[in-house]
């Protein structure tokens, strides 16, 4: 299947639009580092020379074999995930010093360059998305493995509450983080081949026919039993809203949405239910700045969060100058809140921006795609990543409970980081084409 041919004069512009946001990116990340340092001792980072030239030089080199192996990409998304790259990095950095565990800040540098390398690495061997097209069962086996490693005995690991991790031999990652990938090409695939199946029927009312529910009442079962099992509201979440919108895409039917749900009240319903952790996040999100009924540490960090956001104000404490370590798990689940103290609304509003950037774009690439698979892979990479988004943010800032997942590209945690470059890797692929073709 064809791809939609670029305009000429569009895509002489690209490198050199691409190659300014990326000098723009970098200048803000740098800026941030030092300003983070400034706050904390009133000088900037002893490293900061060589953290400056180690992470241009990563992210340079990063833009470069986009520019060998995806010239004709979309040459906003790499910039735009620079930029949030280098906050998120910048404000760990900030939390990490001021607890004492600068190792920590350090390992998180590491993951990044980690993500990068796995993010060169996807462009290379994916030459072109089209490919991932035959593996379509062979990938969905592997993406279900990895969301169920962590219930392994032996090798699953529960912390907080949730059973997420995987233990093998010295390493510990959440497999789930990469699971989510091979399920969103596998979807793209299964869906493209039963494309027509899917939108040829309806029964009474204009909806799907009863046979043609099997998927939706198949997935709506594996993301209850992702909780049940594994106890994450997060991958539980992500897991059936991908699958629902791309449903919706494939069919061209809205009565999928609404189906969708219904399923998903449904699910969330029986979660709450059965499942205690679900009744108390359920609770302290009702309850939030009431200590007569709830307490424990879901209580304070959500209180704390607030009070964070609500000492920054409209311009923030400024970098290094808040008190962020209040509150308990602000490196990972409530990090937007750090922004917020620190960089007030703006700064939280321009960082909503950025993502918004990143989501539009995705959209973007989504809709230049005519194959059904192109444009179903870059649907769910971005719908993953607006999901993400909206379920942190929403949850810090009180209009949905915690659900735990991180802030893509910000928050600690190199499997997230690793992950969100590896699908970035996808999008920008998928917005380039085939890599042989655009090359000739």
């Not at 900037?44 to 030239?53: A, F």
């Not at 494309?195 to 309806?202: D, F, H, I």
């Not at 307490?295 to 704390?304: E, M, N, R, S, V």
Request: with cysteine; glycine share 12%; hydrophobic share 55%.
């Amino acid at each position: 299947m064809s791809e939609v041919a670029l305009p000429a004069t569009d895509t002489r512009r690209r490198p050199v639009t691409g190659l300014w946001l990326l000098v723009v990116a970098l200048v803000i990340s740098i800026a941030a580092y030092a300003m983070a340092g400034l706050g904390l001792r009133g000088r900037t980072p002893r490293d900061v020379v060589i953290y400056s030239v180690v992470f241009c030089a990563a992210f340079v080199a990063g833009w470069l074999v986009v520019r060998w192996t995806a010239p004709r990409a979309d040459p906003v998304l790499f910039p735009t995930a620079t930029v949030l790259a280098g906050l998120g990095i910048a404000m760990l950095y900030r939390i990490m010093v001021a607890r004492g565990e600068s190792t920590v800040a350090r390992e998180q540098a590491m993951w990044l360059l980690v993500g990068l390398a796995a993010f060169c690495l996807t462009l290379w061997f994916v030459r072109d998305d089209r490919q991932l097209n035959a593996y379509t069962y062979t990938l969905g086996l592997v993406g279900v493995v990895l969301l169920l490693l962590p219930v392994v005995p032996g090798i699953g690991r529960e912390i907080n509450g949730a059973r997420l991790w995987a233990e093998v031999g010295p390493f510990s990652f959440q497999p789930a983080e990469f699971g989510k990938i091979f399920i969103v090409v596998f979807l793209a695939a299964y869906l493209t081949d039963k494309q027509e199946l899917l939108a040829a029927g309806s029964g009474r009312f204009g909806l799907p026919r009863a046979k043609d529910l099997g998927p939706l009442l198949t997935a709506w079962g594996a993301s209850l039993a992702v909780l049940f099992l594994e106890r994450d509201m997060g991958a539980s979440l992500l897991f059936f809203g991908v699958f629902v919108v791309m449903l919706w895409l494939a069919s061209g039917r809205v009565a999928y949405l609404w189906i969708g749900l219904v399923l998903f009240a449904a699910g969330a319903w029986f979660g709450y239910l059965a499942f205690d952790h679900v009744q108390a996040r359920v609770d302290t999100w009702l309850h939030a700045l009431d200590p007569g009924k709830v307490t424990g540490l879901g209580y304070f960090q959500l209180a704390q969060g607030w009070f964070a956001m609500a000492t920054g104000g409209i311009v923030g404490t400024g970098l290094g100058q808040g008190s962020p370590t209040l509150i308990p798990y602000v490196g990972s689940d409530f990090i937007f809140a750090a922004f917020g103290e620190e960089l007030g609304m703006i700064g939280a509003v321009a960082l909503l921006l950025l993502y918004l950037i990143l989501i539009a774009r995705g959209l973007r690439v989504a809709m230049e795609r005519t194959d059904t698979f192109g444009k179903l892979l870059a649907t769910g990479l971005t719908t993953i990543l607006a999901l993400q988004t909206f379920a942190i943010v929403a949850g810090v800032t009180r209009l949905i409970p915690l659900t735990g997942v991180p802030l893509p590209l910000v928050s600690y945690g190199g499997s997230s980081r690793v992950a969100t470059f590896i699908m970035l890797a996808l999008l920008i692929r998928v917005s380039s084409g085939a890599m042989e073709r655009s090359r000739g």
